[in-house]
């Protein structure tokens, strides 16, 4: 049975809340059928069970949609979007998931950031290639060492959309073996002369007991 809709006849019979509120024409048992010029129309489902409902705004995952004969709510088609601007443009994502132009992601594409008080994916810091790996060194000094470092950088070529998003690192360093350990025309290593200085000793040392072996041999002749 369609009939026009009479807000006291309805709250009489289906409660404090009716479900005809805001019809333009409802049905007892499938709810509102037309809405007021301003509402939007919803068919809810509950379980085997549907029935029209006029919403001044749509309810979760719907748009509205205005059309001449009358405005509807439209399921947003995207998936994971809380509320959408229209059927593929999203433009809040339910929790856990980040907006990035209308769409929603688990963790932003590459080159954006995760922006978390919003939920949203913003433009990140963008940097350029590595350099080559520089010349060996320590203490700058590219020789009189066995070990050293060497750096390669690169350059910051898009600064980030907001000053809290950090930039990725654009220097590094790893451990080098030197290309030349002995300075041309320095001193040589103090190690070296220690090992000479001992072998000297040991000569000198040599040296006197064969002395000291000598005269004795001789006294007892």
Same mark, same amino acid.
């Given at each position: 049975?369609?009939?026009?809709?009479?807000?006291?006849?309805?709250?009489?019979?289906?409660?404090?809340?009716?479900?005809?509120?805001?019809?333009?024409?409802?049905?007892?048992?499938?709810?509102?059928?037309?809405?007021?010029?301003?509402?939007?129309?919803?068919?809810?489902?509950?379980?085997?069970?549907?029935?029209? /409902?006029? #919403?001044?705004? !749509?309810?979760? =995952?719907?748009?509205?949609?205005?059309?001449?004969?009358?405005?509807? &709510? @439209? *399921?947003?088609?995207?998936?994971?979007?809380?509320?959408?601007?229209?059927?593929?443009?999203?433009?809040?994502?339910?929790?856990?998931?980040?907006?990035?132009?209308?769409?929603?992601?688990?963790?932003?594409?590459?080159?954006?950031?995760?922006? /978390?008080? #919003?939920?949203? !994916?913003?433009? =990140?810091?963008?940097?350029?290639?590595?350099?080559?790996?520089?010349? &060996? @060194? *320590?203490?700058?000094?590219?020789?009189?060492?066995?070990?050293?470092?060497?750096?390669?950088?690169?350059?910051?070529?898009?600064?980030?959309?907001?000053?809290?998003?950090?930039?990725?690192?654009?220097?590094?360093?790893?451990?080098?073996?030197?290309?030349?350990?002995?300075?041309?025309?320095?001193?040589?290593?103090?190690?070296?002369?220690?090992?000479?200085?001992?072998?000297?000793?040991?000569?000198?040392?040599?040296?006197?007991?064969?002395?000291?072996?000598?005269?004795?041999?001789?006294?007892?002749?």
């Amino acid at each position: 049975m369609t009939l026009q809709c009479n807000l006291s006849y309805f709250a009489a019979n289906y409660g404090p809340n009716p479900i005809c509120k805001g019809c333009l024409s409802c049905s007892k048992d499938n709810g509102c059928i037309r809405c007021q010029h301003k509402l939007f129309f919803f068919l809810r489902r509950e379980g085997m069970r549907q029935y029209g /409902e006029c #919403l001044h705004s !749509c309810p979760s =995952g719907y748009y509205g949609l205005r059309t001449p004969d009358m405005n509807r &709510c @439209s *399921r947003c088609r995207i998936e994971n979007c809380d509320s959408c601007f229209s059927r593929d443009f999203c433009t809040k994502c339910k929790s856990g998931f980040y907006s990035h132009r209308g769409r929603c992601f688990r963790g932003c594409p590459a080159g954006f950031a995760a922006l /978390e008080e #919003l939920m949203e !994916c913003v433009e =990140g810091c963008e940097v350029g290639q590595w350099s080559e790996w520089g010349t &060996c @060194s *320590r203490n700058n000094k590219t020789c009189g060492f066995k070990w050293g470092l060497e750096t390669r950088t690169r350059q910051i070529v898009k600064k980030p959309a907001k000053d809290t998003i950090p930039c990725p690192t654009i220097a590094e360093s790893r451990r080098c073996k030197m290309a030349m350990r002995h300075c041309p025309g320095g001193r040589k290593p103090a190690k070296t002369k220690d090992k000479k200085k001992k072998k000297k000793n040991l000569m000198e040392r040599a040296q006197k007991q064969h002395s000291i072996f000598l005269a004795t041999d001789k006294t007892s002749q």
